[in-house]
Each structure stands twice: as structure tokens, then as C-alpha cells.
């Protein structure tokens, strides 16, 4: 199930902006795909909701109540969706905008820079006279989710799976280390042995043709 807001508060576009982004990632991403689902962002649903997994797991404190991230995680939130930007390039960016309020970064943030999107349209969007692409979105962002859910169960079984056979060839690799080092020792053994029963046989041999 996922939460829709229907309006925004604020009495200018950067309050609703702030409204906005104080909504969790999960509501900032619906909001956004309902202002521009139509126009784009039908195709970018399965994108966005693998931002929103990101955001909840990167935010160590709130999870998925969450709805910003600090500097640091905001880098790591970049590395793992293999974007070249950096935090500050989004920052200038968004400044460049009319968006002042860049210390930490929510989602919406995040969004309308990669998307290049306005953003005084998208806090103005209409939520309640589109009922049907919203159900819509939710219906695919359901199926996304347990797609993902599928893939992120598959990743960690093929991962046990791959150490199980790892741990399972470096014990045999030290089972036959440990085999090949007693046979190394019984051979030592041995052939102590045979040298030594040779030198009391030559003692013994040199010694009768002494006594004769």
C-alpha cells in the first residue's frame, strides 16, 4: 500500500516545496510520478521506487520514514545508482533553480535535478482528478516492489550459495594440504627408518668379520 498525499501546504511554491520534502521517500517519489506520468515518468516508475529502496536503506536513523539524507549518504546514494554527480554539482544546480535549501537532500530533490523537471509545476501538480494513472502507479510500484523484493532474495542466496562452495573448496583444498603433509612425514619416517636398519646391518656385517 502506498501513501498519497493530495495537496501540499504552504502559501507560496517554496513552503509546498518543503511540505514536499518532508514527506517520506516513499510520498515524494508517488507525488512526482503522479505530476509527470503522463508526460514521462510512466517509463521511469520501476527507477524511482529503486531510489526510494535506496533512500530507506541509507537512512540509518529514520529508514523508511525517512525523507532526506546527510552529505555522506547522499554520496554513497550516487555511487550506488553509478551516477557521475557529485553532491555540490547537484547543489549548484539546484540553486541555479531557485531551490536555496540544499544542505541535506531529499529524494524530490534529487529528482528534479536529474529530470530537469520545473519544479514550481511539480508542486502545483494536480493528485486527485487523475485517479486512474494513480492506481495505475501504484499498481506497477507494487509489482516493482516485489520484483525487487524477488531479485534482492535471489542476489542473497546465489551469495550463501557462492560462500558455501567456497568454504566447502577451501576445506578440501586443506584437507589435501593436511593428507599430502602426512604422507610427507610417513615417507621422512620411513626412509629414516630404512637408513637406519641399513647402518646397524653394515655395523653388524663389518663387526662379524671382525670378530672372525
Not at 509527470?36 to 529514520?62: G, I, M, P, R
Not at 534482492?152 to 603433509?181: F, P
Request: with cysteine; aromatic share 8%.
Amino acid at each position: 500500500f502506498f501513501y498519497f498525499i493530495m495537496s501540499l501546504s504552504g502559501s507560496n511554491d517554496e513552503q509546498k516545496l518543503d511540505s514536499l520534502s518532508a514527506q517520506n521517500y516513499k510520498a515524494q517519489a508517488v507525488w512526482f510520478l503522479n505530476a509527470f506520468w503522463n508526460s514521462f515518468a510512466e517509463k521511469e516508475a520501476e527507477t524511482l521506487w529503486s531510489y526510494v529502496q535506496h533512500c530507506n536503506e541509507l537512512d540509518l536513523q529514520e529508514k523508511e520514514n525517512g525523507n532526506q539524507l546527510d552529505e555522506m549518504m547522499a554520496h554513497r546514494f550516487l555511487e550506488l545508482i553509478k551516477s557521475t554527480l557529485t553532491v555540490r554539482e547537484m547543489r549548484e544546480g539546484l540553486r541555479a533553480v531557485g531551490i536555496e535549501k540544499v544542505k541535506h537532500v531529499p529524494l524530490v530533490n534529487f529528482l528534479i535535478f536529474k529530470y530537469k523537471v520545473d519544479w514550481h509545476k511539480l508542486v502545483n501538480a494536480a493528485q486527485g482528478d487523475n485517479q486512474e494513472e494513480v492506481e495505475e502507479a501504484q499498481r506497477r510500484l507494487n509489482e516493482v516492489m516485489k520484483a525487487l523484493e524477488a531479485v534482492k532474495q535471489t542476489a542473497a542466496a546465489a551469495a550463501k550459495a557462492e560462500v558455501d562452495a567456497i568454504n566447502a573448496e577451501n576445506a578440501a583444498r586443506q584437507a589435501k594440504e593436511e593428507l599430502e603433509e602426512a604422507l610427507r612425514q610417513l615417507h621422512a619416517e620411513e626412509e629414516a627408518y630404512n637408513k637406519k636398519k641399513a647402518d646397524l646391518e653394515k655395523k653388524s656385517q663389518e663387526g662379524g668379520v671382525v670378530s672372525r
